[in-house]
Each structure stands twice: as structure tokens, then as C-alpha cells.
């Protein structure tokens, strides 16, 4: 009995130490995830896809649209065949000594591109652009001539239509749409899937 006792003993000893020595199942990956500029306006909405290669722009405006920063402002400035503007205005109040400037992270093959999303400065030497501050090319053309003297950081991926709508909204003599196109800026965060089912956008 005591014989039989220690064989069934070293038994399931050696069970338990062969089932200790499995290793757990991996866990399913978790999927990347590419942060999308979402900018929603009376008008409908726009999807920007942000560079990489431009990453200090990348970054700032990601943290100033998670800060709902831009959603005291409004699209404010709207010219034909050029750029829509939102975000701070135009003034000394919002440019000087800002705590949002950026030095240029220029790349010739991020160019002003119909759909370009870019973001403003003042003429400061060093071309510092101020992250309070974007515009989109609504220029089918493009407008080469601004290239690698204001900074580009994304292009529009959904919602040209929209873009289309925004510019042909009435002006003032300053450019400033004669109905206030308040702005709710956030990020979306897609999957190469959704970005494709959702946006029908290939990553590139």
C-alpha cells in the first residue's frame, strides 16, 4: 500500500512539474494605431493624416487638439484658389512671445498640394511656425511658392467636399467668413483596417 502510495505520489509530482515547465498561449498582438486630425465644423467634417516626417508639428498639434486649444477659435480666414484658415488670428496678441512656436522641419517631398494642411507664422527670421495656428490649400493647383517658407504637416485624406464648402463661404473685406465656422478639433486613433474601411485610406 505505502509502495503504492509513492508511485501514484512521484506521479503527479511529475505531472505538475511537466504541466509548470508549458509556456502560456502569446496574447493576440494589439494592432497599431495612426492618430488621424479630425477638424468638425458647421460645414462637415475634414480627416488631415499627419506626417511623420515632420514630427515636432506632428506632436504639438496632437497635444493643442487633445487640449481642446483650437475650440475657442474659429475657421477665420477663407480665400479663393489659396488657404482656410482657423485657429488664433492674425494678431500681435497671439504672436509674439508665443509659447507655440516651432522651428521648420522643411522636406522638399511635403509640398502646398491641394489639401496640404499647414500651419501659420508671422515673418519672424527663423520661420517659426506657430502651432495655434492651420490652414489648408484650396488651391487644386497647389501653391508651390510657399513651399519651404511655411511649414506643411499633414494632407486631408477625407472630406474635400467639405473643404470646398468652407471656401466658397462669403468673406468680408478681411477674409473673414460673414457666419463664424466655430472649430472642434480632436484625434482619432484608426487601425490600418478602419483607416481603410472607415476613411478609405491606404497608409502609405
Same mark, same amino acid.
Given at each position: ?60 498639434f496632437i497635444e493643442l487638439a487633445e487640449d481642446k486649444h483650437y475650440d475657442q477659435f ?24 508665443? /509659447?507655440?512656436?516651432?522651428? #521648420? ?7 502646398? &498640394?491641394?489639401? @496640404? %494642411? ?58 473673414? /467668413?460673414?457666419?463664424?465656422? #466655430? ?7 484608426? &487601425?490600418?483596417? @478602419? %483607416?481603410?474601411?472607415s476613411l478609405g485610406f491606404q497608409l502609405p
Open positions: 500500500m505505502k509502495r503504492l502510495y509513492s508511485s501514484l505520489l512521484f506521479i503527479g509530482l511529475f505531472v505538475l512539474i511537466g504541466c509548470s515547465d508549458q509556456k502560456p498561449a502569446n496574447p493576440d498582438p494589439v494592432e497599431d494605431t495612426y492618430p488621424i486630425g479630425l477638424v468638425s465644423t458647421r460645414l462637415g467634417d475634414m480627416y488631415f493624416w499627419l506626417y511623420d516626417e515632420t514630427p515636432n508639428h506632428k506632436a504639438k474659429t475657421m477665420n480666414r477663407v480665400v479663393r484658389n489659396f488657404v482656410i484658415q482657423g485657429g488664433c488670428p492674425d494678431s500681435v496678441q497671439y504672436f509674439e512671445g508665443s /509659447p507655440f512656436l516651432l522651428d #521648420p522641419e522643411f522636406h522638399d517631398s511635403l509640398g502646398h &498640394t491641394y489639401g @496640404a %494642411l499647414g500651419m501659420g507664422r508671422d515673418d519672424n527670421p527663423g520661420k517659426q511656425s506657430n502651432a495655434c495656428q492651420f490652414y489648408v490649400v484650396c488651391n487644386e493647383a497647389g501653391l508651390p511658392t510657399l513651399d519651404s517658407n511655411y511649414m506643411i504637416f499633414g494632407m486631408i485624406i477625407k472630406g474635400s467636399d467639405v473643404l470646398e464648402d468652407i471656401e466658397n463661404e462669403r468673406t468680408n473685406s478681411k477674409d473673414k /467668413p460673414i457666419t463664424d465656422i #466655430p472649430l472642434n478639433v480632436s484625434i482619432k486613433r484608426y &487601425t490600418e483596417k @478602419a %483607416l481603410l474601411d
